[in-house]
């Protein structure tokens, strides 16, 4: 049987093969070459990006029937004017500056490719003013609301009465508890945690074998109340989970009941449980929230943003520094300083 991640690689794998089919022919070049040194989810991303930039230049440049017949001849004579001009539809489409530079991202790094193969000369994107990244405030629950929503998800509180005694009849909160206690234990991705299987949990040591993005794999530990609430979830999961299926959580109802859980169930768990708890910003709470919960809470016990790297998987503990700087607490606590 396939792994979650081989089926979620070859998936796609597929995205990146069907695109290339309308992309250039120079694409499928680029695909083949970066193959193996980026993993598929980043080539699909790469592939979108790219598929809206030529769709884009196909209608500015009537001349061109289709994508097809976009040449390095042809790319080789975008300008700046052109990036900036396709920049300009990006925002009136109201894409978000971030996204936008990740569109100049996966743009420049294309055109660089193919100057390193000494198959174009200039680099479009080098000339174009990228919008300024803005500071925004990392969302995350502080102790009040970790509280309340656990409540929220081991008994109940704030759900309607049919839907609290549906889940219970189901027995679906030992299930959502361990999975809310994985989430804050150990700052998994969302992804990284429905892509678990049974032979990933060492009930033993108390961790888990991760496979991060890039397909790195890290071991990551969690908690004795974790383990608890996790020999409380795999007694029920015997009763739910299909013969054949080896994911640690799975679907309690529905048409994939007792198969893998999806990415989307567990989005939309969090916010139901977000909602009845009625925590801070919950219309914005997401399974990453749950991410930077684990990391803030980390950062002011330890103080220790090397550990917090680690604990995240990041490659570079530049992506980890967001955490200190959204530690606002000790501006709270001289808010009520003498004047």
Same mark, same amino acid.
């Given at each position: 049987?396939?792994?979650?991640?081989?089926?979620?690689?070859?998936?796609?794998?597929?995205?990146?093969?069907?695109?290339?089919?309308?992309?250039?022919?120079?694409?499928?070049?680029?695909?083949?070459?970066?193959?193996?040194?980026?993993?598929?989810?980043?080539?699909?991303?790469?592939?979108?990006?790219? #598929?809206?930039?030529?769709?884009?230049?196909?209608?500015?440049?009537?001349?061109?029937?289709?994508?097809?017949?976009?040449?390095?001849?042809?790319? !080789?004579?975008?300008?700046?004017?052109? %990036?900036?001009? #396709?920049?300009?539809?990006?925002?009136?489409?109201?894409?978000?500056?971030?996204?936008?530079?990740?569109?100049?991202?996966?743009?420049?790094?294309?055109?660089? !490719?193919?100057?390193?193969?000494?198959?174009?000369?200039?680099?479009?994107?080098?000339?174009?003013?990228?919008?300024?990244?803005?500071?925004?405030?990392? %969302?995350?629950?502080?102790?009040?609301?970790?509280?309340? #929503?656990?409540?929220?998800?081991?008994?109940?509180?704030?759900?309607?009465?049919?839907?609290?005694?549906?889940? %219970?009849?189901?027995?679906?909160?030992?299930?959502?508890?361990?999975?809310?206690?994985?989430?804050?234990?150990?700052?998994?991705?969302?992804?990284?945690?429905?892509?678990?299987?049974?032979?990933?949990?060492?009930?033993?040591?108390?961790?888990?074998?991760?496979?991060?993005?890039?397909?790195?794999?890290?071991? @990551?530990?969690?908690?004795?109340?974790?383990?608890?609430?996790?020999?409380?979830?795999? #007694?029920?999961?015997?009763?739910?989970?299909?013969?054949?299926?080896?994911?640690?959580?799975?679907?309690?109802?529905? @048409?994939?009941?007792?198969?893998?859980?999806?990415?989307?169930?567990?989005?939309?768990?969090?916010?139901?449980?977000?909602?009845?708890?009625?925590?801070?910003?919950?219309?914005?709470?997401?399974?990453?929230?749950?991410? !930077?919960?684990?990391?803030?809470?980390?950062?002011?016990?330890?103080?220790?943003?090397?550990?917090?790297?680690?604990?995240?998987? !990041?490659?570079?503990?530049?992506?980890?520094?967001?955490?200190?700087?959204?530690?606002?607490?000790?501006?709270?606590?001289?808010?009520?300083?003498?004047?």
């Amino acid at each position: 049987m396939k792994t979650y991640y081989q089926i979620r690689d070859a998936k796609n794998l597929a995205v990146v093969e069907k695109l290339c089919e309308s992309l250039p022919a120079l694409c499928t070049e680029y695909f083949d070459d970066l193959l193996i040194g980026r993993a598929p989810s980043t080539l699909a991303n790469y592939a979108r990006q790219l #598929f809206t930039f030529f769709e884009y230049m196909e209608c500015e440049t009537p001349v061109f029937s289709t994508m097809k017949a976009f040449t390095l001849g042809t790319v !080789h004579m975008l300008t700046t004017d052109d %990036i900036v001009s #396709f920049m300009c539809f990006l925002k009136t489409k109201g894409v978000s500056d971030a996204t936008i530079l990740s569109y100049l991202r996966t743009l420049s790094a294309f055109f660089a !490719h193919f100057i390193r193969k000494r198959k174009l000369l200039s680099n479009p994107v080098e000339g174009v003013v990228r919008p300024k990244k803005k500071k925004t405030l990392k %969302i995350y629950l502080d102790a009040i609301d970790i509280k309340r #929503f656990e409540y929220a998800v081991n008994d109940g509180t704030g759900l309607s009465d049919r839907v609290a005694k549906y889940q %219970i009849s189901i027995r679906s909160q030992e299930r959502d508890m361990a999975i809310f206690a994985l989430f804050l234990d150990t700052g998994v991705r969302v992804s990284e945690l429905i892509g678990l299987d049974l032979d990933d949990v060492d009930l033993v040591r108390c961790r888990i074998t991760v496979r991060r993005k890039g397909g790195d794999i890290d071991a @990551v530990y969690f908690s004795d109340d974790t383990l608890t609430m996790l020999n409380d979830y795999l #007694f029920v999961r015997k009763q739910i989970a299909m013969p054949d299926c080896s994911a640690l959580f799975v679907a309690f109802i529905g @048409v994939n009941k007792g198969q893998r859980l999806s990415v989307r169930t567990v989005e939309l768990m969090v916010k139901k449980y977000a909602s009845a708890a009625g925590v801070t910003n919950s219309g914005k709470m997401t399974p990453h929230k749950m991410r !930077h919960t684990c990391a803030m809470a980390l950062l002011k016990t330890t103080g220790n943003i090397a550990l917090v790297q680690k604990q995240l998987g !990041h490659r570079s503990i530049t992506s980890t520094t967001v955490y200190a700087e959204a530690d606002d607490s000790d501006l709270e606590s001289i808010r009520n300083r003498k004047k």
